[in-house]
């Protein structure tokens, strides 16, 4: 019988991230996973946590009324607004820029 030559094929893959640039008054962010412990030492799973308020903010749209958020900075969020999007593999929010309720000063 005749052995068949394996080939060995290779693939780059470059590591960029996908950029999203919102429209009109919408902010992408990330929220800020802090990790739950009860106070008897139990670690809650997903879905007995409430969604994160702190997120950080990723990029901004193209006709924000507020200069006063900035790429970059922690802010506070409604819990259930803005439509969940993945890039990356990672969970992102895109929410209104009227969602957003304050910035975290640290």
């Known amino acids: 019988m005749p052995t068949k030559a394996k080939t ?5 893959e470059t590591n960029t991230m996908a950029k999203i640039q919102p429209l009109g008054q919408r902010v992408l962010v990330k929220r800020i996973e802090v990790e ?8 809650l799973p997903d ?7 702190e997120a950080k903010v990723v990029s901004l749209g193209t006709g924000g009324k507020d200069d006063t958020v900035k ?7 409604s819990k259930y607004g803005g439509t969940e999007v993945k890039v990356d593999g990672e969970e992102h929010l895109i929410i209104s820029e009227s969602d957003i309720l304050g910035i975290v000063k640290k």
Do not use: C, M, R, S
């Open 8 to 12: 060995q094929t290779t693939t780059t």
């Open 36 to 43: 739950e412990k009860t106070a008897g030492g139990i670690y």
């Open 47 to 53: 879905n007995a946590k409430e969604k994160p308020q």
């Open 71 to 77: 790429a970059g900075d922690t802010v506070l969020i």
